[in-house]
């Protein structure tokens, strides 16, 4: 399935223009009957008999964009230099840059950060391998780890193709979380070479963060890494999902006057973020879950060759409800879709209770459309920037990973990350609570300042947190840095 933009492609068509009144008339004429949107108009340069011009266009796809360059193009008075895609022309030369932090001035400077007084820092690091945290990279940096298997809506394109989303997820790091983080993008799916290459690269990086890894390999390689390492791992497609899900749920329930352990929700999709929005929601209180997958509901009368499936069977739907997705929505306070398009109807909802509340997640197309469930459910949220109520992972893993290094934890565990959630849901003040808001923005600068406290805290509650933690005397403190 291709992706759908919602707002359409912003192109720039650079013209060479005969000097005519005519000419930018007949040109915009052209646009405007092809069903173009001219949003901006530069002058590039001007010659005695032509000028060049930037024409910022918006079209529905490549394919209307090609279709109207040609139209342009066999224009008499008109020829099309070249045409950019403003969103490729923001990936030139990839999207993140390492800048040094001081600038080396003189010889003397030069000696201390390189040889031979660097030596000094290597010695004292060798005697206290912990003192990394204070003297290298390692204090403030995650991994962005992937293979390429599971790549947003795209599936699995591989290693080269992921890097410019795990280049985007470095410069979200930066700019909402103030962590500096790198795409480590894998050309192999072997879970034990993946989980060796992580382990050998882990000395340079303060966490890692896995992305766009298919499931069911994803929980593997995450819990191999996290009972190896002494360092945060993080998969965000599970966690990070499951956490602003939570966030948004806790608000919604609210807003509708129900408490989450007397609702009954059906999640569809029990894949990486299902199972964990599944134990997310549950540890949080709701009782009564209910999975749905391609085979219809998960129940304990069946076995299941993936383990994972088999946990969620053993572990959700009390009552047992056997059937499809039209029996399990019955009487549903909530719907939980990080499946695929058009998997929840009109039918359904019409059969779930009062007031019901839909978190249609799939990406980029949601399992319903907002504009036809709207007079059907009492709040709405999807995972796209173009409706209210967006389910984004910006909001958790940058205040996460935030707090996590502050605090030097080991890992990050179920507390942070319900900590992680209250945080998120209690920037939405009730006076600000809506149904068309229940989830701050992603550019709510309160959001990761707010989980990043939360996180540090529940880490010193449940003793993963080591800084601040050392005995009087302990060569590790972080008071020493020789």
Not at 45 to 51: E, G, L, P, R, Y
Not at 165 to 194: N, S, Y
Not at 223 to 251: C, W, Y
């Amino acid at each position: 399935m291709a992706i759908q933009h919602s707002s359409g492609l912003s192109l720039i068509f650079r013209l060479e223009l005969e000097n005519s009144n005519t000419t930018f008339g007949k040109l915009a004429s052209i646009i405007g009957e092809a069903g173009g949107d001219i949003i901006a108009v530069d002058v590039i340069s001007v010659a005695k008999d032509t000028v060049i011009r930037d024409i910022t266009v918006t079209v529905l796809d490549r394919e209307h964009g090609r279709n109207l360059s040609k139209a342009l193009d066999s224009t008499p008075g008109i020829r099309v230099i070249n045409v950019s895609d403003r969103t490729f022309l923001m990936h030139l030369g990839g999207k993140i840059e390492v800048t040094p932090k001081i600038r080396i001035k003189n010889r003397d400077e030069l000696s201390r950060v390189y040889t031979p007084h660097v030596a000094r820092v290597c010695e004292a690091i060798h005697e206290d391998p912990y003192k990394a945290f204070k003297l290298t990279i390692k204090r403030n940096t995650v991994a962005v780890v992937s293979d390429g298997t599971a790549v947003l809506g795209l599936g699995d394109i591989g290693p080269h193709a992921a890097m410019p989303v795990m280049e985007g997820k470095a410069m979200l790091f930066k700019q909402f979380g103030g962590v500096d983080a790198f795409p480590i993008c894998l050309d192999t799916k072997d879970p034990d070479e993946i989980v060796r290459i992580v382990k050998a690269i882990a000395p340079a990086f303060g966490g890692i963060n896995l992305e766009d890894i298919s499931s069911p390999r994803c929980f593997e390689i995450e819990e191999r890494l996290k009972e190896e390492l002494d360092i945060p791992v993080f998969h965000d497609d599970q966690h990070g999902t499951a956490v602003v899900l939570l966030a948004s749920l806790m608000n919604a329930a609210k807003l509708v006057g129900k408490r989450l352990e007397d609702l009954k929700v059906v999640v569809v999709g029990i894949g990486a973020a299902g199972v964990a929005c599944t134990k997310m929601i549950m540890l949080a209180g709701c009782k009564n879950v209910i999975g749905v997958d391609r085979d219809g509901i998960l129940t304990r009368t069946k076995t299941y060759e993936r383990p994972i499936w088999q946990w969620y069977a053993e572990n959700t739907n009390p009552e047992n409800i056997q059937g499809t997705l039209d029996d399990a929505i019955k009487g549903a306070d909530v719907f939980i879709g990080v499946s695929g398009p058009g998997v929840l109807t009109v039918d359904h909802l019409k059969k779930m209770a009062k007031d019901p509340i839909v978190f249609a997640m799939a990406n980029p197309v949601p399992e319903i459309a907002p504009e036809v469930a709207e007079p059907y459910v009492r709040v709405m949220a999807t995972g796209r920037s173009d409706y209210p109520n967006q389910i984004n992972n910006v909001l958790v893993f940058p205040g996460v990973f935030k707090g996590a290094l502050e605090c030097r934890a080991r890992t990050i565990n179920e507390e942070m990350k319900l900590a992680a959630a209250k945080a998120i849901a209690s920037v939405v003040s009730d006076d600000e609570l809506h149904e068309s808001y229940i989830i701050p923005s992603v550019f709510n600068k309160k959001v990761a300042e707010s989980v990043a406290k939360a996180v540090k805290q529940a880490a010193y509650e449940t003793g993963v947190a080591r800084r601040g933690l050392h005995k009087k005397g302990d060569s590790s403190a972080e008071k020493n840095n020789f």
